[in-house]
Every structure is written in structure tokens, then in C-alpha cells.
């Protein structure tokens, strides 16, 4: 048995989401976001058929706010910056251990009081045995299956604002040393405009052992060439790939958005998949609904979210069981 981290189709215990918290970084979006936060910690926690869902709060006024519009979840108070908890908090694997690794605000972009340590704080709360890694790494930047495979971009691991003089050998040895993976696959560049220098799971998610979800490019997508280089290397490693289509050019403020529904949350009872008001939105919620056919697949607004930098995937950390 390998002890890597289990897939996040794998049955879980609890689910940690970070709720929006800190107006002055949210701004006019901060209520709708919490209302969008809520709305997928609800189908999630689908009627109690889900999993626990447990709202991590920087302060006691987000908390109250979550316990008011989520009645349904648990809140845990625990200060952050930001409410990326899949790159900040712990990774937990097979064994019910806890890997933490160095966070540096995505390479220095944004240091935020709290999230250099809330991955400990989480892993003490559910008092997980801890190994820390002197080493730089975010959840989103790796997607693996279960097995011992790994997918993870080039753009963002091998980026000299993370662990600088890192060689793809030295990273793999790394992943297979501290995560207990046992094949790195390697991907080219993550999509425009991703602050996370090309996180992978904006790009490509297993779907099941040695099968990749990857997007299908849309007319006019920015990330047309993205998505077929990382079909070529997928494919190139012997593994399965399907596609999804791609929500393709969404702007705000007249710039281009990462916009990625890959960034979906595989839960016990139910997946929920962002939705940005694009015309493939009702297309990919049905693409994904055909890869789990035991899971409701659930489409939600993830708009306000976005605003921040991320989606669903990236506030989420599951807690296996």
C-alpha cells in the first residue's frame, strides 16, 4: 500500500473551507462570496449524505457570519490571510499523517499574516502526527490518483520564486521522499494570468487511477495551446486522458481571468463544479456528471470567488477518512 495521499475520491471524514474573512482584502465581493462559499459547503455537505464541512474562520466576526448563513457546518476560528487553505494547509496522507511544507505567498506575491502557519494549526486541531518539509509547496500545484502518480506543471515547481536552484530530479525526489509518490508527471505551463505561476489544478485532475480530466479549448481560448501541450505529455505518460470543455476567454475588468472549471472538489456525496456564466458552463457540469455517475455533480456561481484569485478546489481541504 502506498502512503501517499489518498485520491479525493477516496471516502472522507471532514472537509476544512476557508470563509471569506477579511473585508479590506474582499472588498464589495466579500458578501457574495460567502454567500457563494456557503452555497458549496451546502452541496457538499448534501443534507448530511456528504461529509462534515467544517468553516475556518480568521476572526470572530467571520465566524459568526459563517454560523449565521451555514448552520449545517462546524467553525473552527483560526487567523489567516487568505482563504486558500488546499495551498496552505496541511497535506494529509494515507496514514493519517499530516505533510506541512513552507509557504511563501506564491512566490513572494502576497504575504499575508497567518497563512505561513495555519497548516500546523490545522493539523494540531485534529491532532494528526506532523512531518514538516523544508521545502516550498502548495496542494494546488500537485493532483495525484491514489496509486503513486502525480501531475504537477513545470511553470510552478520548477519556478526559481519557490525553491530556487530546484531541478525536476531534485523535485521528484523530493515529492516521492515526503509524499510517498512513486511517478512524477510533468506538465509544461498552468493558465494566463494564474497568480499561482500555473497551478494543476486549474489544468488537469484525475478522474480515477492513471485517467486526466484536462479542459477542451472553447472558440477564441487564451489557453488553446496549454491545454493541447498538456494533452501531448499526458498522453506522452501512458496515462488516459478526457477532456472538459473549457469556459474559454472570461474577462473582469477587461482582463483575462483564469477561469477553470478543473478547479472542482470531488466530495463523498456530490462534486461541485465552478460556474463563471460562460456558455460551456450546463456542457462541462455534464461532461464532469459523466465521470462520476455515483456523485452528484452540482454546478455553482463561483464569480465573487474568482475575485480573490481562485475557486472551490483552492478553498478546500479534505480530511480523509
Known amino acids: 500500500m502506498t502512503n501517499c495521499p489518498p485520491a479525493e475520491w477516496a471516502p472522507h471524514e471532514a472537509v476544512w473551507i476557508g470563509f471569506p474573512s477579511h473585508p479590506e482584502l474582499w472588498e464589495d465581493d466579500l458578501d457574495p462570496a460567502r454567500e457563494e462559499v456557503v452555497a458549496f459547503a451546502r452541496a457538499i455537505y448534501a443534507d448530511g449524505r456528504g461529509e462534515r464541512v467544517i468553516l475556518v474562520c480568521a476572526d470572530g466576526e467571520a465566524e459568526k457570519a459563517a454560523a449565521e448563513l451555514a448552520p449545517f457546518a462546524e467553525t473552527l476560528v483560526e487567523p489567516f490571510g487568505d482563504i486558500w487553505l488546499r495551498d496552505t494547509g496541511p497535506i494529509l496522507r494515507g496514514d493519517g499523517g499530516a505533510a506541512l511544507f513552507r509557504f511563501n505567498g506564491w512566490g513572494g506575491k502576497y504575504d499575508l499574516p497567518g497563512d505561513d502557519s495555519i497548516g500546523g494549526r490545522l493539523a494540531a486541531s485534529r491532532e494528526a502526527p506532523v512531518e514538516a518539509h ?169 464569480d465573487h470567488v474568482l475575485t480573490g484569485g481562485g475557486s472551490f478546489h483552492c478553498i478546500s481541504q479534505q480530511i480523509p477518512a
Not at 208 to 213: E, N, T
Open 134 to 302: 523544508d521545502w516550498v509547496l502548495e496542494g494546488g500545484a500537485i493532483d495525484g490518483d491514489g496509486t503513486g502518480i502525480v501531475v504537477t506543471t513545470e511553470q510552478c515547481l520548477l519556478n526559481p520564486n519557490r525553491n530556487p536552484g530546484a531541478t525536476r530530479a531534485t523535485t521528484e525526489e523530493r515529492l516521492k521522499r515526503d509524499l510517498g509518490f512513486r511517478e512524477v508527471v510533468w506538465l509544461g505551463e498552468g493558465l494566463l494570468n494564474d497568480h499561482t505561476d500555473g497551478h494543476v489544478d486549474n489544468l488537469a485532475r484525475f478522474v480515477a487511477p492513471g485517467r486526466v480530466a484536462i479542459p477542451e479549448p472553447a472558440e477564441n481560448d487564451p489557453n488553446w495551446q496549454v491545454y493541447m501541450h498538456a494533452r501531448r505529455d499526458l498522453e506522452a505518460a501512458g496515462l488516459e486522458v478526457v477532456t472538459i470543455p473549457s469556459p474559454g476567454r472570461v474577462l473582469r475588468d477587461e482582463a483575462i481571468v483564469p477561469a477553470s472549471y478543473m478547479n472542482f472538489y470531488i466530495g463523498n456525496a456530490a462534486v461541485v463544479v465552478p460556474l463563471y456564466g460562460a456558455q460551456n458552463d450546463a456542457a462541462a457540469v455534464a461532461a464532469i456528471q459523466a465521470l462520476f455517475p455515483t456523485r452528484e455533480v452540482v454546478g455553482q456561481r463561483a
